[in-house]
């Protein structure tokens, strides 16, 4: 499991989603950029091991269709970590995961934030065809918890729409 934070600021709650148990969908975060905003979720200590913030957008076209994910160096560069802080630094080598399908990398990182906090976080980079799915996690908990996120029916369907599937 990823260490245990300081709380952080969420946005004003969104409608109901299908999510499942534990995690609340809320508005998307993050200022506009190149991509197109994705979705948000929340989830508490008691159903995540921790209080995390899970961003998640496809970003297609984005990965090379042959390779998918190469290593870590391209899960720091796309998984919109930056959205949350500049300053992300690595705390542990990336691992190869398969959620929903797609086959992609899962990293922890240590966030440093405004005010000289620090908070645990997670990148996950997902290849899809040619397609990149990502999600940044802001908190602890475990990555089971994502991966039930990232892999439950609302998710999957709502990608799988977007990626064309």
């Known amino acids: 499991m990823w260490q245990r934070v300081l709380p952080f600021c969420l946005v004003a709650l969104m409608g109901a989603s299908t999510a499942p148990a534990g995690w609340q969908e809320i508005a998307w ?7 197109p905003a994705g979705r948000a979720f929340r989830c508490a200590f008691a159903s995540c091991g921790g209080d995390m913030v899970v961003s998640i957008r496809p970003k297609i076209g984005f990965c090379n269709c042959a390779t998918g994910v190469s290593g870590d160096d391209e899960v720091d560069a796309v998984t919109d970590l930056d959205l949350i802080t500049e300053d992300f630094v690595p705390a542990a080598i990336g691992e190869r995961v398969t ?67």
């Open 29 to 35: 975060p993050y200022a506009r950029d190149a991509w």
């Open 99 to 165: 959620i929903g399908g797609m086959k992609g990398i899962a990293r922890r990182y240590v966030l440093r934030l405004a005010g000289g906090r620090s908070a645990a976080g997670a990148g996950f980079a997902l290849a899809t065809q040619c397609d990149l799915v990502v999600a940044a996690v802001q908190g602890a908990g475990s990555r089971e918890a994502v991966a039930g996120l990232l892999e439950g029916a609302d998710v999957m369907s709502w990608l799988n729409g977007l990626l064309g599937r």
